[in-house]
């Protein structure tokens, strides 16, 4: 096991302090030191639409900034070592489609200060209900900040808002949707090479890409990985892929939350339930799944105005008060549930022969996504000849789904740096 994801529990004790401190200080930064560049209308490109430089940090300033976490997280101390390059952050606008639509999503890129070549690590995050709270809206929250800060390692990092969120904040997150998931990733990384080919970037890249998500990015993570390989095998191939703790199984997730007295993350059938109904996936009314008064209020909770913890303490953790009891017991077979199956069963994963290198990760002790869902997805590669080396899982020992974040991250790093 990787020595750096053992994390103590006191780690996780100073968890919140610390990353308060980094928010202030990234915050002080972003909004003393921000440098505004837009880009003219080019017409010629085929995925970006604008870029904005938003600000630009230091490498002195990054290794000060990581360093400031060294007591609270072990392991960070060989990412301040591996701190070379400044960098540029910008917003950026691009197309994609949703539904046969054309939308303009958004995201950050992270480009570092310098006229060599990188490759591109395109990061996924997890599940998010506040729109206040996306990539280029807050650019400055301390977990984007960790990973935008891995542009000084020798990165162009790529951070997609998903659709629902910054450009396209209008409408609903498509929550759990593979197509428009794989689109919001693969469309970044293209629109991140147009913008490095723009006159005023001198960075370039050589390449090469990397993918790492955790919770739903986990799942973004090895969506993206098979729609590139099958899609975009020449324009972006990828070299390794880091997946932590994602719904692979969908059906297999909703059956463990059916059985289980309470859930510690409530929200997650309902943002996805909504979402379908929303989409014209699903065509029953919330009332079908839903108790009240918890279909009437799925709505408003889901507007964006809420974060994942206000919207898991306006819902009820107790399975039976939550979900009708018509669901419960007839998930699996009743007819009114079909379209509710087909969805999740569309948007599940399963394996394939791989050209990239993949890890899993999982904490043993996670309750939100239990760690069967990387054992099922790891034994699913191995049973079509697969090689070990190839693919790996690796179990965060104690770590529940908040807590086996930050090792999980560390541990990608340094494992993408040592193959760089």
Request: hydrophobic share 40%; with cysteine; charged share 15%.
């Amino acid at each position: 096991m990787n020595p750096n994801l053992r994390i103590s529990s006191k780690v996780f004790r100073n968890r919140a302090s610390v990353l308060a401190s980094i928010l202030l200080i990234s915050s002080a930064l972003f909004f003393t030191g921000c440098q505004k560049n837009e880009d003219p209308v080019n017409s010629n490109r085929n995925y970006l639409v604008h870029f904005e430089k938003i600000n630009n940090y230091s490498a002195s300033f990054i290794k000060i900034l990581l360093g400031s976490m060294n007591a609270a997280y072990p392991g960070i101390d060989t990412l301040v070592a591996d701190v070379k390059y400044g960098f540029d952050l910008y917003s950026v606008t691009y197309k994609m489609n949703f539904k046969g639509n054309p939308i303009t999503a958004s995201g950050l890129v992270c480009i570092p200060s310098s006229d060599e070549s990188f490759p591109i690590l395109s990061f996924q995050n997890g599940t998010n209900t506040y729109k206040f709270n996306a990539p280029t809206v807050n650019p400055a929250d301390p977990l984007y900040t960790l990973i935008e800060m891995m542009a000084s390692h020798g990165y162009i990092v790529t951070i997609a808002d998903y659709p629902g969120f910054g450009s396209s904040s209008n409408m609903l997150h498509p929550y759990y949707d593979k197509t428009a998931t794989n689109d919001a990733v693969s469309h970044l990384i293209m629109a991140a090479h147009e913008l490095v080919d723009d006159v005023s970037v001198k960075a370039g890249s050589n390449g090469k890409h990397y993918l790492m998500g955790y919770s739903q990015g986990g799942w973004a993570t090895l969506a993206s990985l098979k729609n590139l390989e099958t899609s975009y095998p020449d324009s972006i191939p990828v070299e390794a892929a880091s997946c932590g703790a994602g719904a692979y199984d969908i059906p297999a997730l909703s059956n463990y939350v059916l059985q289980q007295q309470t859930f510690p993350g409530p929200l997650y059938l309902p943002y996805f339930i909504y979402s379908k109904i929303t989409a014209g996936d699903i065509s029953e009314p919330l009332e079908t799944y839903f108790n009240e008064p918890y279909a009437s209020l799925i709505p408003g909770l889901f507007d964006g105005s809420f974060t994942n913890t206000q919207v898991n303490e306006q819902l009820n953790d107790t399975i039976a008060m939550l979900l009708a009891e018509n669901m419960r017991l007839n998930l699996g077979s009743g007819s009114e549930f079909a379209s509710l199956r087909t969805a999740m069963a569309a948007n599940s994963l399963e394996a394939w022969n791989p050209s990239a290198t993949i890890r899993f990760y999982h904490g043993t002790s996670d309750l939100n996504v239990p760690p069967v869902q990387s054992d099922i997805m790891y034994n699913a590669f191995l049973s079509l000849g697969v090689s070990s080396s190839k693919v790996s899982l690796n179990p965060i020992p104690g770590a529940t789904h908040e807590s086996g974040l930050i090792p999980w991250g560390i541990s990608s790093i340094l494992w993408f740096d040592s193959i760089k």
